[in-house]
């Protein structure tokens, strides 16, 4: 549970998240936000991407009737007391240590969704591209609970990126056709990796979620 501290700081940071975020909206200067440092596993081209999603099973989207995030194991240990999560951080940040524990305790981080930057590894989430309540609705609801562990600790596809923590609980587990991310120059980057990860593990997409992402990969 937040303390009333943490929760405060929490919301001040968004607002200055959001401000700047029209500062840069009205001065043009999203468009032209640094080059990524997130080391996220690169996605399909856009080509591929268009001929996986036209593969893609389209179906009306399923019911979250039975999800639960514990469902989807994670965050597991991926070497030594390093867990998924830690390895994420210490891939996409910039000059990042740990402690003993694996802890980042210092670094830099560029949130590629909203063009922030952070200094704190709490002010990050690890966010899941296709999150794990829109893959419990397009077709992981059948698989087994081992399976939605690997699928929710995917190191090789372009499931896991480190994000500035108030974009993703706004992003929540909306499709592209209900959030995209508010930096338009990381769209095409994103529906191509939305489309890897449904592609690579068989899941189904709705009709206005492929129609989202036929018009961003159109123009990438």
Known sequence: MLT???????????????AATAALSV???????????????????ASTARTYLASLTVKTEGSSSGYSRDLFPHWI?????????????????????????CAAVSGSWYSEYDGATWTAAADLDIDH???????????????????????????????????????????????????????????????????HVKYYWGLSVDSAEKSALQSVLNGC
Do not use: H
């Open 4 to 18: 009333a501290s943490v929760y405060a700081r929490r919301i001040t940071r968004r607002a200055t998240v959001l």
């Open 27 to 45: 001065t043009g200067l999203l468009a032209t936000a640094p080059a990524a440092q997130a080391a996220m596993p690169t996605p399909v081209s």
């Open 77 to 101: 240990t991926q070497s030594g007391a390093c867990n998924t999560r830690e390895v994420v951080l210490k891939r996409d940040g910039v000059n990042v240590v740990q402690d003993s524990s």
């Open 129 to 195: 591209v296709v999150a794990l309540s829109e893959a419990w609705k397009s077709g992981a609801n059948s698989w087994t609970t081992a399976k939605r562990q690997q699928f929710a600790n995917d190191l090789t596809r372009p499931q896991l990126i480190a994000v500035t923590d108030n974009v993703n609980q706004a992003k929540g587990d909306l499709d592209p056709a209900e959030w995209m991310p508010s930096r338009t120059a990381y769209r095409c980057t994103y529906a191509r990796a939305w489309v």
